[in-house]
């Protein structure tokens, strides 16, 4: 199973950004993808998740903001994120928990300035 994380950049408070997460070596239908961001000096956190049936779970900072989707046609997973805040500024993995591995892309980084 491999992970390919993309779309991060430099963005103004406010702007967008679109992230995508390319899934290989498994489909996405039966797995569970989640978003995670890991800011300097902090714990990796989860930012969303979605489910092979289409469930979708946010933290709450990424309510209303951000929106989670896949394309099973693409095997891939994105990440819409809107109104961006620098505090949402960090290194973003996509994941795939399968106990007893777990499954991380090598991340992209988001840098929103203020």
């Known amino acids: 199973v491999q992970l390919q994380a993309s779309g991060g950049g430099l963005v103004q408070a406010g702007g967008s950004l679109r992230l995508s997460c390319k899934v290989s070596?498994?489909?996405?239908?039966?797995?569970?993808v989640g978003w995670y961001r890991q800011a300097p000096g902090n714990q990796r956190e989860l930012v969303a998740r979605i489910t092979g049936d289409g469930t979708r779970n946010y933290a709450d900072s990424a309510k209303g903001r951000f929106t989670i989707s896949g394309d099973n046609a693409r095997n891939s997973v994105y990440l819409q994120t809107d109104s961006l805040k620098p505090e949402d500024t960090g290194v973003y993995y996509c994941n795939i928990n399968r106990p007893p591995r777990d499954y991380w892309g090598q991340g992209t980084q988001v840098t929103v300035s203020s």
């Open positions: 070596g498994t489909p996405l239908r039966i797995n569970t």
